[in-house]
């Protein structure tokens, strides 16, 4: 026995995500922080003021968090009806809300009560936002309309009745005070300008409107509903881009500090990152619920996504601290190590080589005098099973070989059993494991098939496998019949192909002839 091999364990390649910039961006936050909130979270604003608070709109309560804070700093809660929306105003210090009730509420961070309210709309206020002169607060409702109000003097200035359904979201310019856009259930989106009256711009989304969005040179808009995201040229009207990559309606919009991503949330509970210059998804997060609101902090140090179970998850950007660098010891140097190492033996010199011994794993070991089921039991540890699933995987392919597999998964008690099956159902499923772990899965069937009955943890794991194999085998022989059906393709190209290639090379072989006659 002192020649034995061990076995060889065979690597699988693993088809892993791409390790871009955006990955290691984005990737780079701690464990998100769940806060629960009293209804589904409609809205989330940050402050653009230090220290960036942010407000969040759910059921009938405004909450303004500190960035940090894990407990509401500031409540607004005088309201008759639900809340929908609430933002903040270019400086911070004031807060625009919308509410059920039709009323829109203009709060002072520092108070309670509101300073002013402006009542116009008959149905639910869905948006709300400050124009870029800050003395004027533009409204969207339910009742088709949107209302541009003056702050100082509490009055309605503008009506807007070009929408035919619901108005469900809006946002006004950051360069020019007159305009702001608004879309709506009718499938449209407007741009309005306050010194006309009417809109200026009106383009066809396709699907009721959940979310708009201006770039901040106002060049260029995004709208997003169903399951699209299209930007448009704002000076031309013109489609640019249209994302299809949800597979249900998107409800959100976001921009990053820089601008130079776009962020959007949908009820498949996915966030979607874009890149503004190739509008291709750079980078993806998932989350427990449907999405309904996005916002991110000044420079995207928080990722804060409200979800409709109320839950609100707010993500910190991990902080960058450099280490004490402390006074190390010095050690010998590379140099030193490696001295000699490519010395060339000379004429008179000696050369001793220095035996190495192989050390064999314990899982070789029992291979080595022949204790099969130790040695299938040492690859089925937690430790092995998840951090190396291929050690297990050579393993049984080595007891296949040898023709052991049956007598080192037979005689098990129900804990033995349950972890084999728990490894087989977790693992069967990948292609690389999966012509090993078949052949397993089905003797391990026949050994305990008899036995079935006994426990119902074990029955139920039965069940679990049987339908995976019977899955697979089902995968196996479809791909056998498409093989089937392009090798019979493939033949009859071949066919067509032949007799024009012979028939060519004789028409060349009979002008030659008459050439030399």
Same mark, same amino acid.
């Given at each position: ?9 065979? /690597? ?74 609430? /933002? ?34 008959? !149905? ?34 503008? /009506? ?21 856009? /608004? ?7 407007? %741009? ?79 966030? !979607? ?123 049984? +392919? ?61 029955? +139920? ?24 059906? %392009? ?5 009859? %190209? ?24």
């Amino acid at each position: 026995m002192a020649g034995y091999k061990p076995v060889a364990i065979q /690597t699988y390649p693993v088809l892993g995500e791409k390790i871009t910039q955006d990955t290691l961006y984005w990737n780079n936050y701690k464990t998100p922080v769940q806060i629960k909130e009293f209804g589904a979270v409609s809205k989330v604003d940050f402050s653009p003021q230090s220290p960036y608070n942010y407000a969040v709109t759910a059921s009938s309560r405004i909450h303004i968090y500190g960035r940090y804070s894990q407990e509401p700093i500031k409540t607004f809660s005088r309201f008759k009806d639900t809340a929908y929306c609430a /933002t903040f105003r270019q400086d911070g210090r004031l807060l625009v809300a919308g509410s059920e009730d039709g009323v829109v509420q203009l709060f002072d961070i520092t108070g309670r009560a509101p300073l002013r309210q402006f009542e116009g709309h008959t !149905k639910a206020v869905h948006t709300v936002d400050f124009t870029a002169d800050k003395y004027h607060v533009v409204s969207g409702a339910d009742d088709y309309t949107v209302k541009l109000w003056d702050i100082p003097n509490s009055k309605e200035i503008l /009506t807007f009745k070009e929408h035919a359904d619901y108005v469900r979201c809006g946002c006004a310019s950051k360069l020019n005070p007159d305009l702001f856009v /608004t879309g709506s259930y009718d499938h449209t989106v407007k %741009m309005f300008d306050a010194r006309t009256n009417k809109s200026v711009l009106s383009v066809e989304h396709g699907q009721p409107v959940e979310s708009v969005l201006l770039f901040p040179s106002g060049g260029l808009l995004v709208s997003s509903g169903g399951r699209y995201v299209k930007v448009w040229d704002m000076l031309k009207g013109q489609l640019l881009v249209s994302l299809k990559n949800h597979h249900k309606t998107v409800t959100c919009l976001c921009l990053s500090s820089s601008g130079q991503r776009l962020l959007s949330g949908s009820l498949d509970r996915k966030v !979607k990152v874009y890149s503004t210059t190739s509008y291709k998804v750079v980078h993806s997060f998932d989350y427990a619920a449907s999405i309904l609101s996005i916002a991110l902090s000044h420079e995207d140090e928080t990722i804060v996504v409200g979800m409709t179970n109320g839950i609100l998850s707010v993500k910190h950007r991990k902080s960058e601290t450099k280490k004490d660098s402390l006074p190390k010891r010095r050690r010998p140097a590379y140099r030193t190590f490696i001295k000699g190492k490519n010395y060339m033996k000379q004429r008179d010199d000696i050369l001793i080589n220095r035996p190495t011994k192989k050390y064999l794993e314990l899982y070789d070991r029992d291979l080595k005098h022949f204790r099969v089921s130790k040695a299938l039991d040492r690859v089925l540890e937690p430790s092995c099973i998840i951090k190396t699933p291929e050690i297990t995987v050579s393993i049984i +392919k080595e007891l296949n070989r040898r023709g052991v597999l049956a007598n080192a998964l037979a005689g098990r008690d129900e804990k033995e059993i349950s972890r084999v099956l728990n490894f087989l159902i977790r693992h069967l499923s990948q292609p690389r494991f999966a012509p090993v772990l078949i052949n397993a899965a089905e003797i391990i069937i026949d050994i305990y098939l008899p036995v079935i009955g006994q426990s119902p943890v074990v029955d +139920k794991k039965f069940l679990v496998l049987q339908g995976l194999v019977e899955k697979e085998i089902d995968y196996q022989r479809e791909l056998l019949e498409t093989l089937g059906m %392009m090798d019979m393709l493939f033949a009859t %190209m071949t066919r067509k192909e032949g007799p024009s290639i012979l028939e060519h090379t004789s028409v060349e072989f009979l002008e030659n002839k008459k050439i030399e006659s």
